[in-house]
């Protein structure tokens, strides 16, 4: 069974930093897109930012310059350097894979880690 775990998540103060994790657990030979979304109490899920197999991103507008993507193939994760926090980054961050090349499950579509709550405090 395959599984997006999510951690790093915790209470900051504004203009401080924290590092997410997500690692993919099961039997993987490959991910494709893996990526970060938020969701804010009362709002919709949104893009943070996303990275390709290959090491290409793409940022929400609101992160550039403050948050960075990265991912190790080898280890099927993806990390998420939040520098600079403010508190409009407080939201539950969800871990995402476009697409799980697996080897006993065949391809799984548009994975979801079950959330870490990220608080920034004013």
């Known amino acids: 069974q395959v599984q997006l775990v999510e951690s790093g998540g915790g209470l900051v103060q504004a203009g401080g930093s924290l590092t997410l994790s997500c690692a993919a657990r099961?039997?993987?030979?490959?991910?494709?897109?893996m990526g970060w979304y938020r969701q804010a109490p009362g709002k919709q899920r949104e893009l943070v930012a996303t990275i390709t197999s290959g090491g290409s991103t793409n940022y929400a507008d609101s992160v550039k310059g403050r948050f960075t993507i990265s991912r190790d193939n080898a280890k099927n994760t993806v990390y998420l350097q939040m520098n600079s926090l403010k508190p409009e980054d407080t939201a539950v961050y969800y871990c995402?894979?476009?697409?799980?090349?697996?080897?006993?499950?065949?391809?799984?579509?548009?994975?979801w880690g079950q959330g870490t709550q990220v608080t920034v405090s004013s």
């Open positions: 099961g039997s993987i030979r490959s991910i494709n897109v």
């Open positions: 995402n894979a476009d697409r799980i090349f697996t080897r006993l499950q065949g391809n799984l579509y548009d994975y």
